[in-house]
């Protein structure tokens, strides 16, 4: 399996839950991570909060995302899809050359809860390969519970994350950081044109969290 | 959970592996089954190879896909996505009142694998419901192998099944179906609207399928 121990890790909108939730499991790994927000001071609250209350900081620092771009060794893009395309634009420079995880899933809210959005390019992860032609977009962690991520007393997290992408190198890379998290597995899910559904995946896991008042997340069996 | 052992369950396209692999395990299960096709000589046919080949043949019987949809208790569709909405608009009458269980997955192939087909309804299991305003339409089963459901060696189904609709008694009784086959669950997954994402995820199955060479199913956690 690639080795991914030497990588610093950047998380773009590191400040939300999924991104904390990441970052926190990232640290706890001994990875270095950099928390990206629009604000340096609430990146670095973020990264604070970490170390004092999950015993997850001392390889977390926040900075603005420009500069989480520019310093990571891959980046993982956790922003709310409100936005995505634009910031990816505005940073296609600091990303080139890199692997660049999307995980986000662009769903609505209404009162019968979660559905998909429709997307332009088909899917988030599609959206940022082609705003980021000269960088490796890879599709994952669209299903981690943040809760479950931030929680202390869940040590291993009941997990698989679909890894998706046309580059065998970082899909390989990215399922190696999936497997850093104790419990969860990275698995190969495909090219980049069926992101959409994972994507979307996330509204019925929503549905599934409402009925059976649970944290869930997926497995692959058979493998 | 809903009593489903005095049901008579059809399954137009039963003559098909999917269909077919279903058929076999309801069968096992102790459940009276129709198998349906556009040729009734073909569908005893599929009926007779179960009875033979895989000892479930006692309580299944081949018939025309009306005559199955007529006298079904509740009607699986397991067509290929072309032809689906033909099939059924012909079939409304047959179908009324029933609760009809969409696992199509439209999909298409090509050198690089499987991928999902835009569906002008939203979904498969939505375009049923559109033709089908007077059954109470619910999607599942779009994960099975037919290989695995069809194989005699294997005793339990690693898979939960996702049961998808907006009926709360409908869909309980298709999550109680799905519990008849040894090792299945059948999990809530949402509304009719989320159904896009359940059918296209297949997809990113057989891209699993592929890279891992496995017979890949899912598993829903903390539930």
Redesign the interface.
């Given at each position: 399996m690639t080795d991914v121990s030497g990588l610093t890790i950047g998380i773009l909108g590191g400040t939300g839950d999924q991104g904390k939730g990441l970052a926190r499991r990232f640290a706890l790994a001994g990875l270095k991570v950099l928390i990206g927000s629009r604000s340096a001071g609430r990146a670095q609250e973020a990264a604070d909060s970490l170390g004092a209350g999950a015993g997850a900081g001392a390889g977390v620092v926040g900075a603005e995302n420009a500069v989480v771009a520019a310093e990571a060794d891959l980046v993982i893009v956790a922003v709310p899809y409100d936005g995505h395309k634009t910031l990816l634009e505005s940073l296609a420079p600091q990303l080139a050359g890199k692997i660049v995880v999307d995980c986000v899933n662009p769903l609505g809210f209404d009162k019968?809860?979660?559905?998909?959005l429709a997307v332009e390019e088909g899917s988030a992860a599609q959206q940022a390969a082609a705003v980021l032609p000269d960088s490796r977009v890879v599709a994952a962690f669209h299903h981690v519970s943040a809760v479950v991520l931030l929680d202390p007393a869940v040590e291993k997290v009941?997990?698989d994350v679909?890894v998706?992408g046309e580059d065998r190198e970082a899909t390989d890379t990215v399922q190696a950081l999936a497997g850093l998290i104790p419990g969860v597995r990275g698995?190969?899910?495909?090219?980049l044109?069926?992101a959409?559904?994972?994507e979307?995946?996330t509204?019925?896991?929503?549905?599934?969290n409402r009925?059976?008042k649970?944290?869930?997340?997926?497995?692959?069996?058979?493998?």
């Open positions: 019968k809860g979660a559905y998909a009941d997990l679909l998706l698995v190969y899910g495909g090219r044109r069926n959409f559904q994972v979307a995946l509204a019925n896991i929503i549905s599934v009925r059976y649970a944290h869930a997340g997926i497995r692959i069996t058979d493998i």
